[in-house]
């Protein structure tokens, strides 16, 4: 299974300048890409295009080889889940085990009842990202980092082939932060994993490839030693950075 | 509470309001003269054809109000949002002023259907992007425009054709046509909730925003347009039978929401069921109090529902 974007080129509606200038970037399972970039850089319209949300300028986006845009709505979200940055709060309060639910593929639509292997799955991913006594809550009344662990589990549910992550921790505590990365790590040998964040630590501690955003294009791309690198992340950033070892384990800090 | 049980009891009062609204009425009619020589009684029939109509305008309307708050996650979406009220307003004044009422009883309603029909198509030509914001505002525009049209028709109207229009808009169900009125928007109706039901997570995903619903394989746009266009259809079949009564569809779809929460699959038919009861009892309660001159079903509906509303809403707040 793979996601492949190629020469990505998008305007936003009203806007002079292309956000994103000739992206191209793959995605596969086996390990974690992370994509950093400032603020308004194209981040999350880059996740958008590569789900087929949106429609780029020119350049294309399969999947499996595929035009993504030509994949039948259920079979492209059993192949590729986002979990995207902002969702915002229904005025129907579904507490969190329906809306992990949601999730599932060929639930019955007219009784909504779940067959005993769907009901494992459910039960399986809850416990996975810790939900498991949340389950009966209504989801309005969980703080940003408990929706967001619901949502993750809304998309790994299905156990989709490649994940697009938009800023999974960004309401994170430190703890859960980490255990994001645990688990992250244990599911990058099956899935392939796009990781978009502002969280260089976050890169650094889980990624095998990093891409570095930058007025529209890819200005670096290679390993988390290669690209996070003061060097390089000082003309994307505009501050200086430090990279220092931190009992063994590098660490990167802005000056 | 199952979601069976809560339907059992809803269609328990749904059956009490129907038995109520076919025994009370402004004249007093003994049980024994319902059925005279194998033959029902008209006014018995006619409250028969009523209170059926109360219940599906009524289910109609709670309906399409659910699916608007729905779909534009907006809080005070009611089912007329979309240039409905406006262009059923301007078909029915039309047909009133113009003088197409004396072609016949169903010439008003026809060109209240065709009037809401138009604004609604008007507001999905004129939005270009067609998401749940552009279309909303696309609808006020629309409705905003129909409804100065109106102003500028009974202006120049006669005062005798300003009252039928005035109450026409007040909205009631005592004059509806069984066979050309009722039966097809009950057939509707059941058509739409069917549809809605085997849609209903579709319209769970869609509440959590167009983005969502599509990285959850929904086509948010055309399900986006398609919920909305039929909404808008219940409702302009409903102010084409009984005029513009509001409040039912904005309020109902809330106290269904606060008292069950979840899944739009479990909150539909209670939403009907609850809407079809508050409206025969509106009707009921206008025609009781006030037998002389009816109380307008849409002034009973906001009366009686705001105080109940406010009462839900801060009940369910303490229990928060």
């Known amino acids: 299974m793979k996601l492949n974007a190629e020469q990505i ?66 079979e492209r979200v059993r192949r590729l889940a986002v979990v995207q940055q902002h969702v915002p709060v229904p005025l129907t309060d579904c507490t969190v085990r329906e809306t992990v639910a949601m999730g599932l593929p060929g639930v019955s639509r007219l009784s909504g009842s779940l067959s005993p292997a769907q009901k494992e799955r459910l039960e399986r991913t809850l416990e996975l990202l810790e ?72 890169a650094l501690d889980c990624a095998g490839h990093v891409m570095l955003l930058n007025g ?17 992340l000082k003309p994307v950033y505009g501050c200086a950075f430090r990279r220092f070892d931190c009992g063994g384990r590098p660490a990167i800090l802005p000056e | 509470m199952k979601t069976a049980r809560v339907i059992l009891i809803y269609l328990a009062a749904a059956l009490a309001a129907a038995v109520c609204g076919v025994l009370f009425g402004a004249a007093r009619i003994p049980l024994n003269e319902f059925v005279q020589d194998g033959v029902l009684n008209p006014i018995v029939e006619l409250r028969i054809v009523r209170t059926a109509s109360a219940a599906v305008v009524g289910a109609s309307l709670a ?58 198509l008007l507001v999905f030509a004129a939005v270009r992007k067609r998401t749940a914001e552009e279309l909303l505002l696309g609808g006020v525009m629309i409705g905003t425009l129909a409804s100065s049209l109106l102003m500028v028709l009974i202006t120049f109207s006669h005062s005798h054709d300003m009252a039928g229009v005035i109450w026409w808009m007040l909205g009631s169900v005592q004059n509806v046509d069984p066979a050309r009125q009722l039966a097809p928007a009950a057939v509707l109706l059941c058509a ?29 746009r055309t399900m986006t347009v398609l919920l909305l266009a039929l909404a808008s259809l219940l409702a302009a079949v409903t102010v084409s039978m009984a005029g513009i009564i509001g409040f039912c569809g904005l309020v109902v779809p809330h106290v269904i929401r606060r008292l069950h929460g979840g899944s739009h699959r479990k909150i539909l038919v209670p939403a009907a069921l609850a809407g079809a009861v508050f409206l025969m009892l509106a009707d009921i309660l206008g025609r009781v109090v006030s037998p002389v001159r009816e109380l307008p079903v849409g002034m009973v509906t906001a009366a009686v529902g705001c105080p109940v509303f406010l009462w839900i809403l801060n009940r369910s707040r303490a229990g928060t």
């Open chain 1, 9 to 74: 080129v998008y305007t936003h509606p009203g806007a002079r300048e292309p956000l994103l200038n000739g992206i191209s970037l793959e995605i596969a399972p086996g390990g974690i890409s992370a994509l950093l970039g400032r603020n308004g850089s194209g981040k999350s319209t880059l996740v958008r295009i590569l789900s087929g949300y949106l429609k780029p300028d020119s350049g294309s986006v399969t999947l499996d080889g595929r035009p993504v845009s030509t994949w039948s709505p259920a």
């Open chain 2, 192 to 220: 739409a909730m069917v549809f809605l039901l085997v849609r209903s997570r579709d319209i769970d995903l869609l509440a959590f925003g167009p983005e969502y619903a599509w990285n959850h394989g929904v086509d948010a």
């Open chain 2, 63 to 120: 309906v399409s109000g659910l699916v608007f708050q729905a779909v534009l996650r907006n809080a005070l979406a009611e089912p007329f949002l979309l240039g409905v009220s406006g262009g059923a307003g301007l078909g029915a004044a039309g047909a009133i002023i113009l003088g197409f009422g004396a072609w016949g009883f169903m010439s008003v309603p026809l060109f209240a259907l065709l009037g809401a029909v138009v604004a609604n």
């Open chain 1, 216 to 232: 529209g294009r890819i200005a670096a791309a290679g390993t988390p030693a290669e690209v996070l690198t003061p060097e390089t």
């Open chain 1, 131 to 202: 939900l498991t006594s949340l389950a009966g809550r209504p989801c309005g009344t969980l703080s940003g980092g408990e929706r967001q662990r619901v949502f993750t589990a809304a998309a790994l549910v299905r156990s989709p082939g490649l994940l697009l992550l938009d800023e999974p921790t960004s309401a994170a505590d430190p703890a859960v932060t980490m255990k994001t990365v645990s688990r992250l790590r244990r599911l990058a040998p099956e899935v392939g994993i796009l990781l978009v964040t502002h969280d260089l630590q976050l």
